[in-house]
């Protein structure tokens, strides 16, 4: 993931300064090629992205299981605990 924003970032300043380098307009057969260019650059990524996803689904399963996992079992220690009986403080006895 980092990658693809380094790579990503990197093609942004890179277009930054070809706009700032290129003060004329450029032409339509240009501008399509730059277009075509940037959905070659994005589909390329597509199959990075769809791996991450699957990687990212996976982790949030685990997590839940554990929690799932960990909760069950501090239900079973509460049912299984002794009961504890109320803890009243003790009264103050008058001196005489």
């Given at each position: 993931?980092?990658y693809i924003c380094?790579?990503?970032?990197?093609?942004?300043?890179?277009?930054?300064?070809e706009n700032q380098?290129?003060?004329?307009?450029?032409?339509?057969?240009?501008?399509?090629?730059?277009?075509?260019?940037?959905?070659?650059?994005?589909?390329?990524?597509?199959?990075?992205?769809?791996?991450?996803?699957?990687?990212?689904?996976?982790?949030?399963?685990?997590?839940?299981?554990?929690?799932?996992?960990?909760l069950s079992t501090?239900?079973?220690?509460?049912?299984?605990?002794?009961?504890?009986?109320?803890?009243?403080?003790?009264?103050?006895?008058?001196?005489?």
């Amino acid at each position: 993931m980092i990658y693809i924003c380094k790579s990503l970032n990197q093609q942004l300043n890179n277009m930054s300064e070809e706009n700032q380098n290129e003060k004329a307009l450029k032409s339509p057969k240009e501008v399509a090629e730059m277009r075509k260019n940037m959905e070659d650059q994005y589909r390329n990524q597509m199959s990075l992205l769809q791996v991450q996803k699957e990687y990212e689904n996976l982790l949030a399963d685990i997590e839940e299981a554990r929690y799932r996992r960990v909760l069950s079992t501090m239900r079973i220690s509460q049912m299984l605990a002794p009961e504890q009986p109320d803890q009243e403080e003790p009264k103050e006895q008058p001196t005489a």
